[in-house]
């Protein structure tokens, strides 16, 4: 093989909702696919939506090609091993993973340095709610960063390799040691999961006709909780060195709003909610982009074909850019209310339109709330 030359040939190991995503991306980007999991009915399903005849086999030896490229795309604890077989299979290969943890998978490869030098372990900053073959899509890592973690011994060539794959499917590669991405993990990704999860165990006690009530708050903050609780119990407890800190945090603030509710401290409450504020302003906008000020403009509609439409309408004809947009609407009502976020200076050019034309709009404030 041409160290050199671009990657052909790709074979996935783990056909869940990433490694099945993967596929198809690289299958759209012209990349020869290959897919395999040990649950064979998952195997088959992510063969069918790829195109590739079931029962393939590449094995050294064969008439078949050889991949270039093995990724591996299993639960964590699996990736060590996985990652040693699939070097030793094909000699010539290169081995990346996807794994959502990294310092224990580099540390057990590190251990084979001559493996070593052809892995590079990697980390997709995107997925689902919903999990397995059939929720793929191919365009799942457009626009999304893709963290890649080479080990002390990973060859250029393997570098280049992952990098090439990354870009191929439209993510954003950044570089992060294994610690450092494990800690920062723990808390962008491990305590959104946590957060979401709890709200959610705390409306056990709730009906369903009470929880039917609930707006686009609960919905938001609670997205998270529909996620696969074997994947996630897996990751929290193989983060936990890095998670606790966060978590002790987390309960220490929750506990200072318990006192100040207990103590019908208005002053210490808004203090916490204030600060809160102020920080996530330091969250960047959409797809880790630089955040915007957005302003809301709340919309009230009529249950009727066509408003949407020509709402946007609207919005084209004073070219004003949408950036968001959430509906409310109950069934049975004759009226919903539609909230646009927008720049400022967008904001007000629609809700000047808007208003001339009749509709029911409000002004536009600086928070959705």
């Known amino acids: 093989m041409n160290d050199s030359a671009p990657i052909h040939h790709v074979k996935v190991i783990g056909a869940g909702l990433i490694g099945t995503s993967i596929a198809l991306g690289l ?16 195997e088959e399903i992510a063969q069918d939506l790829i195109g590739q005849n079931r029962g393939f086999d590449l094995a050294e030896g064969s008439d078949e090609v050889i991949p270039e490229l093995i990724i591996i795309a299993t639960p964590i604890l699996a990736v060590p091993n996985l990652v040693r077989e699939a070097a030793e299979r094909y000699s010539a290969a290169r ?4 794994g959502g ?12 340095p001559e493996i070593a030098k052809r892995f590079c372990s990697t980390h997709p900053m995107a997925g689902r709610e919903i999990s397995g073959a059939l929720a793929a899509r191919g365009d799942l890592f457009e626009g999304r960063i893709w963290i890649y973690t080479p080990l002390s011994g990973t060859e250029s060539r393997t570098v280049d390799s992952a990098l090439e794959v990354i870009t191929a ?7 992060r040691g294994a610690v450092e991405h494990d800690r920062i993990i723990a808390g962008i990704s491990h305590m959104p999961q946590v957060a979401s999860s709890l709200l959610s165990a705390t409306l056990k006690d709730m009906s369903v006709e009470d929880l039917g009530l609930a707006g686009t708050g609960l919905r938001d903050v609670s997205r998270l909780a529909a996620s696969n609780p074997d994947l996630w119990a897996e990751l929290l407890h193989a983060n936990r060195a890095s ?10 603030i929750l506990n200072d709003l318990s006192t100040s509710l207990q ?43 066509g408003q949407l439409a020509a709402i946007f309408d609207a919005c084209n004809e004073v070219a004003a850019n949408v950036e968001d947009l959430s509906i409310e609407h109950t069934p049975g009502q004759e009226s919903g209310l539609v909230t646009l976020a927008l720049s ?13 034309a009749g509709w029911k709009v409000h002004q536009p404030r600086e928070s959705i709330g």
């Not at 943890?101 to 084979?112: A, H």
């Not at 400022?344 to 001339?356: G, I, P, Q």
Request: charged share 35%; no cysteine.
């Open 27 to 42: 299958k759209s980007a012209g990349y020869v696919l290959t897919i395999e999991d040990e649950d064979i009915s998952a």
């Open 95 to 98: 081995v990346i993973d996807i």
């Open 101 to 112: 943890l990294k310092s224990d998978v580099v540390r057990e490869v590190e251990k084979f």
């Open 169 to 175: 499917l439209g993510a954003i590669p950044v570089l």
């Open 243 to 252: 998670l606790l800190p966060f978590l002790e945090e987390f309960t220490n």
């Open 263 to 305: 103590n019908d401290d208005l002053r210490k409450t808004h203090e916490i909610l204030e600060a809160a504020r102020v920080n996530h302003r330091r969250i960047p906008g959409k797809h880790g982009g630089k955040k915007r000020d957005y302003w809301y403009l709340p919309i009230i509609i009529d249950d009727r074909p």
């Open 344 to 356: 400022k200076v967008d904001a007000m050019k629609v809700f000047d339109h808007l208003l001339n």
